[in-house]
């Protein structure tokens, strides 16, 4: 499985704090790439069908 840079970013996020919500994930990389929560939680949602 293959995935996008900000994919991969999501992931990491994740796995350095081992639970977070959707909102910590946006409120740590939301700022710093200027996404919006939105595109933050599709991310997550894409990443859980993976």
Not at 35 to 41: A, G
Request: net charge negative.
């Amino acid at each position: 499985m293959k995935l996008s840079e900000f994919e991969l970013d999501v992931m990491q996020q994740i796995w350095r704090n081992e639970e977070c919500s959707a909102p910590e994930v946006h409120r740590e990389l939301g700022e710093a790439r200027d996404v919006t929560y939105s595109t933050v939680k599709t991310i997550i949602d894409r990443l859980e069908r993976k």
